[in-house]
Nanobody
Framework: HVQLVESGGGSVRAGGSLRLSCSTSGFTHCRSEMGWHRQAPGKKRELAAMIDYDGTPFYKRSVDGRFIISIDSAKNTVYLQMNSLQVDDTATYYC???????????????????WGQGTQVTVS
């Protein structure tokens, strides 16, 4: 059973910063990708930032250069440092753990994606 625990959301002024954390438990011996998708009211959920097992990040273009994703494998925790926040960054941010596999690329852990419950980020 995989669980994700999110923290760090809140309200911030435009230009400010927040750091989101997402800690996972369960099947920690399996490799996976972790990161954040976000959903603003009336919009589809979209990728914000992801990071794979070896630390390679991927960012939505609109946040690239402002957001930094990192992972602490020992703590099974992924972080999203959000700088220079803009009003358009306002959304519910959902932690995601996906693409579970073993070190050889084989089956490991759950077959489905695992989502957190979401944490609200409001920029004003």
């Amino acid at each position: 059973h995989v669980q994700l625990v999110e923290s760090g959301g809140g309200s911030v002024r435009a230009g400010g910063s927040l750091r989101l954390s997402c800690s996972t438990s369960g099947f920690t011996h399996c490799r996976s990708e972790m990161g954040w998708h976000r959903q603003a009211p009336g919009k589809k959920r979209e990728l914000a930032a992801m990071i794979d097992y070896d630390g390679t990040p991927f960012y939505k273009r609109s946040v690239d250069g402002r957001f930094i994703i990192s992972i602490d494998s020992a703590k099974n925790t992924v972080y999203l440092q959000m700088n220079s926040l803009q009003v358009d960054d306002t959304a519910t941010y959902y932690c995601l753990r996906t693409h579970f596999r073993d070190e050889y690329g084989g089956t490991c852990g759950p077959r489905e994606d695992v989502w957190g419950q979401g944490t609200q980020v409001t920029v004003s």
